[in-house]
């Protein structure tokens, strides 16, 4: 089905009660509303050119339909998805679900690649990326809400784009323009059409609203550009490969392709670069939602910089090379006027210019602009010169020349020196909040000396061409789209340093000046004063006793902000603190807790803010210390089992919000248990040369420059306040984490229970994907996997109050951890089924004896040849990770002392069998579990000792 989107036929209302019609338009309660999930193609290639998408084979939701609360499976199409009445069983739900897809074809014919956007087979020997972090990015992941009622669909969604949402969702559905009605939710989230879509087609049999939530966070705009080391062509457009991480906004979504919808939107802005081809958005990349302007921002940045990187390489003038590949007349007249009014020829450049850290870039782009009636092309050239102090890596723009031609203009009011004065101003402020600077008015100065003075205005002149004279620019769309790549190219001008994202981070162009005799003496300095400074820190680290820190009168809780407490709250949440400070039976943070160690046992304290037995005397500093340094308010060492290690990354932000939450908390009077460990352990000034050895990094986490925001914030979260490597890293005879990356995260022991490897060395049958993830740790329970037991169900019963976009990011570091599992080609389902079929056939296990002991005890609950699902999940053995396991320690625990607390209330419970079989049975048990449900593994050795081990363990709750 192919549709012309070029005309909206209705006004876009505005977030109001009802309409005129009498609808009520107020965003429907949670009591109201169902939840959907989709599931998407395993593979697509998708763009303004290409649209290769995989298609629907077959469909198998039996398994999916007996899920708890689910409340329909829907195929329309290729389109999938499942609604449920909580978000959590939708998402279980559509695990389950056995779908098969035929090889991706292309799909609509009328669809012609164009000859220089699919280059020669061949290998490609490089990838460049660049990086567009919008300076009004969303805060949340998008999601809508659908209701189809009465013949009229109400959508609830952030988006600009709803001309184009109207049309597609009429075509799809059937129905006039005049019955789709878009209410903007009114919340900052990324742009909502594909969310949009996606409810609509769940909602529309249903009769109730149906909410669709992203299951990604917001991530800044990814292009990357491969070179393909064999085309035969040296034209630079058959030797590049442009891929990007967001849809094409002028398409129809996904879902409206998987039903079928091949449309072209004539709404926003499109990019018409003759350079360049157009990028293709791919299935092995993140997605990103977003709209037409932020799409061609970072289209143009990236594919500017890198045709300067392409001029720098081949030492080519950047003008005159520009001006062979401009086919536009106007364009290429534009770009001639700007270099010349610049005085691009007698710029300073070169070598010398780049030691006086004066530098010059320029940047075009060409588009056009559809939401003009008629349709409007718009060129735009900027010209940048700079000066880069090397010393203090500041950075000053001095000159702006920005060309800006556009056809139609007929209508257009005349320009006056008011409006000019107005442009330059604005093109000044656009060029700084680039740079990441603002004026004194809305500033966030890097320092007390900026403060004082505001940052000082380029020097701007604007060039209009004679047919576009009269065009008002203040402020026009597309002027300003070169303004990134003109700066990034004048930076590496003067720095040979190549920026690759935005906004620029000045800190990153700190430099050294020539070296001179007199400079080089002053470096030596520096650097004996840093090996003093050192010396002096790893003394102190070292030092067997520290001083005390006095207690505090009263801590002033009414300073703290309501915003402050809740951010503490999350940080509480996600580092567990609750759960290790509460003893079975006791009250919340007042300690107790007894933590088995192989060293002994360690009591965990009072941290609530009773100034007696608890920190309620603590200074903030005091408390900063402990957390980074494992230093007591009274200076005497903290065990390592307290993990400071972990928590010293968390960000000053974090610890004062944690300070603020639990010195408003009930105070508690709770003595101290106290701790005896035998000698030498015993001995805490011995701690001083643990952590001499073991923590020597108490700098809070730095992110990782050429990783993307969510990548970064998974890392923050699970290696601060997480301290998830505290339990799920080997440790060595010290006690210690195991250093180098083939330790990180390889699994560990924590409370008598295995915590599995979550790296590549993971053991589990089927490979850990991001979704996988974010489902077991925001829900407790995996279909391919298993259930959270043990001291895990806590951790999940935490992390599921956290935002969704945290426990994404989680997920989605866990993941980088082990790529083979991301480039795995294999379909979970069918592995799965596999292994399914291969444990009901084990012929071997059928010969053992603990086989009736099984069909007595755990066949009705998780043979899945055994009936419906009553309730709760029905665990699959057969993927459990837990009996893929080298260590049979989790199974025990389970069969021993049961599930009593589930990590969530729709997760059953399961008796434990302590008390009704004896270690033999138990023994015979394991046997059959694990040769039917692993048996590619080896028998498990000393069952017998290790059953006798656990069976003297008080359980985890």
Known sequence: MTMDLTAPTATDISHTPEDSAGVDLSIPTDSQLLHGVVLRPPHWELGIQTNRIAQLQSLDSDRAANVPGVVNCIARGSFVGVVAVQRTQAQQACALLHATWVTPVAAGADVQPLTHQTATPGTIHSATGYEWNNHLAADAPDWAIAWHRDDQLTVWVNTNRQPALRQELSALLGLVPEAVQIVQHGQHTQDGLETAVEAALLAW???????????????????????????????????EQWSINALDPRRASIAGRLCGLDSTSATGMALLTEYASAPVQKSGSSLVATDPYSYTAATVFAQESHFDEYCENRQLDPVQTRLAQINSERGHQLLKSVAQQSGWDQAASGPAAKAAGLGRGIAYSHIIDNDRNPPQEVWSVWSVELAVDARSGSLAVSKLTVGHDASHNESAPPSTPETQRLLKDRLGKWTQSLLGQQTQQGANSHSEQDKQRPLALPEVQ?????????????????????????????????????IRETPFALPTLSLEPPPTAKRSRRWRNSWLGGLMAAATGALVVAAPWRTSIPPVARVDTSIFSAQAIERGRLVALT???????????????????????????????????????????????????????????????????????????????????????????????????????????????????????????????????????????????????GHCAACHSPRNALGAEKSGENNFLAGGFADNWEAPALNKLSSSPIAWTEQ???????TGYSPLHGVAAGPMGPVVAGLAQLPESDVQAMAHYLASLNPAAA????????????????????????????????????????DSGSGPVLFGARPSLALNSNLHSDHPDNVIQVLMHGITRPAQANLSTMPGFKNSMNDAQMESLLQYMRTRFAPDKPAWNNLRKKIAEIRQQQGHP
Request: charged letters at 15%; aromatic letters at 8%.
């Open 823 to 862: 480039e795995s080609t294999h379909n979970p389902a069918v592995l799965a089924a596999r292994l399914e079929a291969d444990s009901q056939a084990n012929q071997e296990a059928r010969l053992l004896p603990g086989e009736t002991l099984f069909n007595g005890a755990c066949a009705v609950c998780h």
């Open 462 to 498: 604007v060039i209009n061409s004679a047919r576009s004279l009269d065009q008002p620019l203040a402020w026009g769309p597309g002027v300003e789209l070169p303004a990134a790549a003109a700066i990034a190219n004048a930076i590496y001008s003067a720095t040979g340093l190549r």
């Open 575 to 721: 580092g567990d603190c609750m759960v290790c400070h509460t003893a079975p039976g006791g009250q919340t943070n007042a300690g107790g807790l007894g933590l088995d160690t192989p060293f002994g046992t360690i009591f965990t304290t009072n941290i609530t803010p009773d100034r007696e037995t608890g920190i309620g005397a603590w200074s903030y500093k005091a408390f900063e210390r402990a957390m980074r340094e494992g230093i007591h308010r009274d200076g005497k060492h903290l065990y390592p089992a307290f993990p400071y290690t972990a928590y010293a990354k968390m960000s000053d932000e974090d610890l004062q919000s944690l300070y603020a939450y639990l010195m408003t908390r009930p105070a508690v009077s709770a003595p101290n248990q106290e701790t005896r460990l035998p000698f030498p352990m015993n001995l805490r000034p011995l701690v001083a040369g643990w952590n001499a050895l073991f923590h020597r990094d108490r700098q809070a986490y730095a992110p990782n420059p050429e990783k993307s925001p969510l990548w970064n914030r998974g890392a923050y979260l699970v290696n601060s306040s």
């Open 772 to 778: 996988e993830l974010f489902q077991y740790l925001r």
């Open 205 to 239: 049999d249903l009769h109730q609203p149906v909410r669709v939530q992203a299951a990604y966070a917001p991530a800044a705009l990814a292009v990357k550009v491969e070179q393909n080391a064999q085309a035969a062509s040296q034209h630079l457009t058959d030797r």
